[in-house]
């Protein structure tokens, strides 16, 4: 990997959902129709918009605690169902990501993505977006471990050999932060996202910013 100079870090390791894509109101409409369809209680809105970060299953035990594995598998089906193929809700990049990796790129950083979401959802946005290229590597929750366990983190430094040290996760809720932590990483919080700025800053990340030019401020 190409190294620079008076930069502290080589590797930007991205969050997806609610740090380069704003998707919250798709994941949120998915949930509550999944659970329409098999007709079980919907924990609300603001519930679903907490657990935006987690891996599916992870997320349903914090949803649902009460509704047993069966029940919780009818969720993930119908979920992915709508998410893939049936929701029409719109997801848009915040402003200035697109242009903003290609300048990252330019400025010789390495990009990777680790998100909570599936392969198949997280390769479906990249072909949408034509966003694939930028990044040199992705793990998604269902390949490792769900977030905030450091694994997914873990696995991007060993394949590109990057030390913890010289890498940095961006993310836009506590479960980014503390998986950054766990792996011995710093991060970056944003707090344009689903969690809110104080939430955030009580994880102590190395700093929190408003927007996505903020963060390329951070980095260039």
């Given at each position: 990997?190409?190294?620079?100079?008076?930069?502290?870090?080589?590797?930007?390791?991205?969050?997806?959902?609610?740090?380069?894509?704003?998707?919250?109101?798709?994941?949120?409409?998915?949930?509550?129709?999944?659970?329409?369809?098999?007709?079980?209680?919907?924990?609300?809105?603001?519930?679903?918009?907490?657990?935006?970060?987690?891996?599916?299953?992870?997320?349903?035990?914090?949803?649902?605690?009460n509704y047993d594995d069966t029940a919780q598998q009818q969720?993930?089906?119908?979920?992915?169902?709508?998410?893939?193929?049936?929701?029409?809700?719109?997801?848009?990049?915040?402003?200035?990501?697109?242009?903003?990796?290609?300048?990252?790129?330019?400025?010789?950083?390495?990009?990777?993505?680790?998100?909570?979401?599936?392969?198949?959802?997280?390769?479906?946005?990249?072909?949408?977006?034509?966003?694939?290229?930028?990044?040199?590597?992705?793990?998604?929750?269902?390949?490792?471990?769900?977030?905030?366990?450091?694994?997914?983190?873990?696995?991007?430094?060993?394949?590109?050999?990057?030390?913890?040290?010289?890498?940095?996760?961006?993310?836009?809720?506590?479960?980014?932060?503390?998986?950054?932590?766990?792996?011995?990483?710093?991060?970056?919080?944003?707090?344009?996202?689903?969690?809110?700025?104080?939430?955030?800053?009580?994880?102590?990340?190395?700093?929190?910013?408003?927007?996505?030019?903020?963060?390329?401020?951070?980095?260039?």
């Open positions: 990997m190409t190294m620079k100079k008076n930069k502290d870090y080589d590797l930007i390791i991205f969050d997806w959902d609610g740090t380069l894509m704003d998707s919250e109101s798709k994941i949120v409409n998915c949930f509550r129709k999944a659970a329409q369809d098999i007709e079980i209680d919907y924990p609300g809105d603001k519930a679903v918009r907490n657990i935006i970060g987690l891996g599916l299953k992870e997320a349903l035990a914090v949803l649902m605690p969720v993930v089906e119908r979920y992915r169902e709508h998410f893939l193929h049936l929701d029409e809700t719109e997801m848009s990049l915040f402003e200035g990501v697109e242009e903003g990796l290609r300048q990252l790129q330019l400025e010789n950083y390495s990009l990777a993505i680790a998100t909570g979401k599936a392969r198949l959802g997280l390769d479906k946005v990249l072909e949408q977006t034509q966003l694939g290229e930028h990044f040199i590597i992705s793990r998604c929750a269902d390949e490792a471990k769900s977030k905030p366990h450091p694994r997914m983190v873990l696995d991007i430094l060993t394949e590109t050999g990057v030390s913890a040290d010289r890498a940095i996760v961006v993310g836009d809720t506590t479960y980014d932060i503390e998986m950054a932590h766990r792996a011995n990483t710093n991060a970056l919080a944003v707090c344009y996202g689903v969690h809110q700025r104080e939430k955030l800053i009580a994880q102590q990340p190395i700093d929190c910013v408003e927007n996505f030019t903020a963060v390329l401020q951070w980095f260039l």
